[in-house]
């Protein structure tokens, strides 16, 4: 060392409004503009809560029944392709391709999707994650449901551990570079 200062390795990222809101028929939806829908029709329990920086949102869940096991719609997947990762031992994930909610294997960990083009050609493409998390005393995963929908499935482990309010189960954001 010289004393010659040393450049910086500070990484920076462009500024972008992460947008995901809900519309007037409670269908999810995500880009620049909130215009590219992701997820139609969701049950009425599901909420978006959003995040305070702004690059995406949690999902939350108010449910009537209390329950260690609980299982809930998130609505029609809208996507050209996606790429899903699933448990498929205790300790161990492997990837699958598809292009329909009835695609996506039970017990998916990590959804990352590639949105439909949307008519205005000038857009780029726009990519959108679907994270199950670990929240408190319950676990999320995501599997096929019926009639082309996709299903949030969140439980305890434990028949005596239960709950009507699930709070941050899930986080939802987009971008225009999946990587």
Not at 66 to 76: F, N, P, Q, T, Y
Not at 128 to 151: E, H, K, N, W, Y
Not at 161 to 168: A, F, I, P
């Amino acid at each position: 060392f010289d004393g010659a200062p040393r450049p910086s390795l500070e990484l920076k990222r462009e500024a972008v409004n992460y947008r995901v809101r809900f519309n007037k028929q409670h269908s999810i939806f995500c880009g620049e503009r909130a215009d590219q829908l992701l997820l139609e029709n969701p049950s009425s329990c599901i909420s978006l809560d959003v995040n305070r920086d702004n690059r995406g949102t949690f999902l939350r869940a108010d449910i009537a029944k209390a329950s260690s096991v609980h299982e809930m719609d998130l609505g029609i997947l809208h996507c050209s392709t996606f790429l899903a990762c699933a448990r498929k031992r205790f300790c161990w994930m492997e990837p699958s391709w598809g292009c329909r909610a009835e695609d996506v294997p039970p017990e998916t960990q990590f959804l990352l999707i590639r949105l439909k083009d949307t008519p205005e050609t000038n857009q780029k493409q726009i990519y959108a994650i679907i994270m199950p998390l670990v929240t408190g005393s319950f676990r999320s995963c995501l599997q096929p449901g019926d009639s082309g929908t996709l299903v949030l499935r969140v439980e305890s482990g434990d028949d005596a551990v239960k709950s009507t309010r699930l709070q941050d189960v899930a986080f939802v954001s987009w971008g225009d570079n999946p990587f």
